[in-house]
Structures are given as structure tokens and as C-alpha cells.
Nanobody, 125 residues
Framework: QVQLVESGGGLVRPGGSLRLSCAMS????????MAWFRQAPGKERKFVAADPWSGAATHYADSVKGRFAISRDNVKNTVYLQMNNLKPEDTAVYYC??????????????????WGEGTLVTVSS
């Protein structure tokens, strides 16, 4: 059974930075496309960033390009989301998700196999 556990959320001022982490239990982390999604209050869950298992190029939502960076450590079974120049509109619960042998393109929310429970990021002065 695969489990995903996020950490690193919190309260940050506009312009600040946070790094989210997501650790996966199991031994086949390298075969999962890993992604981050977020859900703002009263809104639907949306794609943020993805790192394909194949080594293909990473993908980002237009709203975070140039500010967020996804990376992975296949030894530590962990995916990261470095978030810089945070804005109030980045406030949301951030979810880590995994797709077994996922496609190289941006993953669709319905194609993810496993989800973490989420970590709250609040950007406010």
C-alpha cells in the first residue's frame, strides 16, 4: 500500500518562500510520476506541477511558472515543491499525488493513483 505524507506548509508573508516535501512509502517511487495539486477555499482542486517518472520535462501551471520548482530524490522517495515569491492567491491546501508509470504530459487529476492528505499554505501579511 502506497502512502504519501506531505510536510512543510505554514504561514508566510507575500514574497516569501516555502519548500513542501512529500515522502512516499514503498520501493518503486522512481516509477511514479509525481505531482502537486492545490485547492483554495471554495474552489476546485487544480494542477500545480509535475515531474514525470521517465525523466521527461517537468510541467507547471501558468500561474506558478518561474516561481515554483518541482524536484525529486529517488533515494529518499521524496518529491519537493520549492515555492518562491509567494502571493496571497497561492493560499491553498497543497496535495501531493502519484501516478504509476504516468504519461509524460501534464497529469490530469483523475489519472492520479494515490493522494496525500494535504498541507496548508497561507500567504498573508
Amino acid at each position: 500500500q502506497v502512502q504519501l505524507v506531505e510536510s512543510g506548509g505554514g504561514l508566510v508573508r507575500p514574497g516569501g518562500s516555502l519548500r513542501l516535501s512529500c515522502a512516499m512509502s514503498g520501493r518503486t517511487f522512481s516509477k511514479y510520476t509525481m505531482a502537486w495539486f492545490r485547492q483554495a477555499p471554495g474552489k476546485e482542486r487544480k494542477f500545480v506541477a509535475a515531474d514525470p517518472w521517465s525523466g521527461a520535462a517537468t510541467h507547471y501551471a501558468d500561474s506558478v511558472k518561474g516561481r515554483f520548482a518541482i524536484s525529486r530524490d529517488n533515494v529518499k522517495n521524496t518529491v519537493y515543491l520549492q515555492m518562491n515569491n509567494l502571493k496571497p492567491e497561492d493560499t491553498a491546501v497543497y496535495y501531493c499525488a502519484a501516478s504509476w508509470l504516468g504519461d509524460d504530459g501534464p497529469p490530469h487529476i483523475d489519472r492520479m493513483d494515490y493522494w496525500g492528505e494535504g498541507t496548508l499554505v497561507t500567504v498573508s501579511s
